[in-house]
């Protein structure tokens, strides 16, 4: 009978210690870069994922007014340049959203020495 008892709580024991073991869950953050590329009037986006997922770039006027959203490969890694002579002079902020996470940048497009160019401001 002891030795039931015994075993009883030696068993209950090791079952809590288990399932009172949480192991630590690594939050997946994706490194997002956002830089001006070599050509004039040309921001690249690159994006290393931790894991696999959706990624997209949604670009906004100064008044939030969504002007274009463009979704990126699912794979493990995503780079595009996105060509901004097209833009009006002005404040713009640009969202890049991966695996929920959102990096947001603005930038400006403006006329120096009589050539249009813009700036990242963030």
């Known amino acids: 009978m002891k030795k039931a008892i015994k075993l009883s709580a030696l068993l209950l024991l090791v079952s809590t210690s288990i399932f009172a073991a949480t192991g ?10 956002v830089q001006s590329a070599a050509k004039p009037m040309v921001v690249a986006i690159n994006i290393q994922k931790e894991s696999a997922g959706k990624s ?11 002007l274009m959203t463009d979704y990126l ?24 959203t991966s695996n929920n996470q959102v990096v947001k940048k603005q930038l400006t497009v403006f006329e120096e020495y009589g050539v249009k160019t813009f700036m990242l401001l963030q």
């Open 73 to 96: 490969t699912g794979k493990e890694s995503a780079a595009k340049n996105y060509d901004l002579s097209e833009l009006p002079f002005g404040t713009y902020t640009m969202a890049v």
């Open 24 to 33: 630590k869950v690594k939050a997946t953050q994706d490194v997002v870069t």
């Open 56 to 66: 997209y770039v949604t670009f906004f006027d100064a008044d939030s007014n969504e």
